[in-house]
């Protein structure tokens, strides 16, 4: 990686692709919404891109990667102007008796993080004292995928990967298709633990769940319980429409999303949740934990109502060729949920639930032991509140009670597991659970 120089005029524009590694050799510049001046030195990640604005004649020093670009570009095809622009508008409404919640929604690859950072890193610099909240369950920059974390903004940054998260919330799934009750319960309480701390602003960033009628009933459900008192929208007719519901509740303010984003492919997207994972259990060790002594929420079937082997037999006679398979039963009124120690054939696990279900309208769904092993869990601390995050690495069924052998970097009091519908592969890649 060589260097080689570029001198800025007052008011030029560059946008700089990583890999790739910038030094202000002297002047100042604007990158997302921080000034950097003489002996600042920047990284940029292979997988971003970013427009810089030289506030005064500057000179750069500019180290590329491959794959990684500098050029000099046309101010009006940028959109740093722009942004500033968006920035400056809820600083001047900020008040010293007014706390500001900024909201920032689009489609996905519009620029939603970046212009998050960038408004955070602008009121920092003007002394606000300022939090991140975010919010992309598939993509969480923080913490890591599966969570909704939040960082107090205590020094300028470029990628919010670059900061420090103080809590997180655990949801359990990459896409708000799944869960977005979840997502808007811990969105909530985060912005309102942000406020208790002290923070002026908090500034949230989602995801780019907003199409069709779903992901735009969502965006509204979520605006509604978390009451913004700024929405930044990077789209036209998503704008339109948040004005046609909003327009006297709240300030909504429209910015340009970039002209020539870095798309990042569905395997980069993959890649960067991996390396979160890698990153967050680098430090991990395996505890064992008792079932019994656990509170499990959601992670099936070691959290039902249990009924003996025995007795469901009697119930349910055609059950009788796999009896010696199962390890716990669970009933319901319409279900009923099995854990076996191996996985079985599948046109006889066919036949059953079809019988089943013609007989006794009954639901039948079948687990092995391996459908819970490298299972993503959240982990409960004192006070209900999520401390970590698990990997479920075996599950073992002892005669007086079940062990749960857990890798987790936490080393506190465990109090209860949450479940999740993601599964690691021993690369932390994620892979399908079964059923």
Not at 179 to 199: E, H, P, Q
Not at 238 to 247: E, I, N, R
Not at 312 to 341: G, N, Q, W
Request: glycine residues 8%; neutral net charge; aromatic residues 8%.
């Amino acid at each position: 990686m060589s260097m080689i120089t570029s001198t800025l005029k007052a008011g030029e524009v560059a946008r700089v692709s990583g890999p790739a590694r910038i030094e202000v050799i002297d002047g100042r510049i604007l990158l997302v919404g921080s000034v950097y001046g003489r002996g600042s030195s920047l990284v940029i990640h292979e997988l971003r891109s970013y427009s810089l604005k030289a506030l005064t004649e500057t000179k750069l020093g500019i180290f590329l990667g491959s794959g990684g670009s500098f050029d000099v570009v046309d101010s009006s095809t940028e959109v740093i102007d722009d942004w500033l622009r968006v920035a400056e508008a809820v600083n001047e409404d900020f008040t010293t008796s007014k706390k500001l919640k900024i909201v920032v929604v689009g489609p996905p690859e519009s620029g939603k993080t970046t212009l998050t950072a960038f408004i955070a890193n602008y009121l920092r610099d003007r002394g606000i004292n300022c939090c991140i909240v975010e919010g992309d369950v598939g993509q969480e920059d923080l913490a890591m995928p599966a969570t909704v974390a939040l960082a107090v903004v205590d020094k300028p940054f470029i990628w919010q990967r670059e900061l420090s998260f103080s809590e997180f919330r655990f949801v359990g799934c990459i896409s708000p298709r799944n869960c977005s009750t979840r997502i808007i319960a811990s969105l909530v309480d985060l912005i309102n633990r942000a406020l208790f701390r002290g923070c002026d602003a908090v500034v949230v960033n989602t995801d780019g769940w907003v199409s069709g009628r779903d992901g735009i009933s969502y965006k509204l459900e979520l605006l509604r319980w978390i009451k913004p008192t700024h929405l930044i929208v990077l789209d036209d007719g998503l704008s339109d429409l948040m004005y046609s519901v909003f327009h006297d509740m709240l300030k909504i303010i429209k910015a340009k999303p970039p002209t020539q984003p870095r798309i990042r492919s569905r395997e980069e997207r993959q890649r960067l949740r991996t390396e979160a994972y890698k990153k967050y259990f680098m430090n991990s060790s395996v505890r064992t934990l008792q079932a019994s002594k656990v509170g499990l929420v959601g992670v099936l079937p070691l959290n039902c109502v249990e009924v003996s082997v025995s007795k469901l037999v009697e119930m349910f006679p055609e059950l009788y060729s796999i009896m010696p398979h199962v390890v716990r039963a669970c009933k319901d009124e319409k279900e009923l949920t099995l854990l076996v120690k191996s996985p079985l054939h599948v046109g006889l696990l066919d036949a059953l639930r079809n019988e089943m279900y013609l007989k006794y309208s009954t639901k039948l769904f079948i687990f092995n032991v391996g459908d819970l092993v490298r299972c993503l869990v959240g982990v409960v601390g004192e006070g209900m509140s999520e401390v970590a995050v698990g990997i479920i690495e075996d599950v073992r069924f002892e005669e007086n009670d079940t062990l749960i052998k857990l890798r987790t970097p936490y080393e506190g009091l465990i109090k209860g597991l949450i479940s999740s519908n993601i599964k690691l592969d021993e690369e932390y890649r994620e892979v399908r659970r079964g059923e």
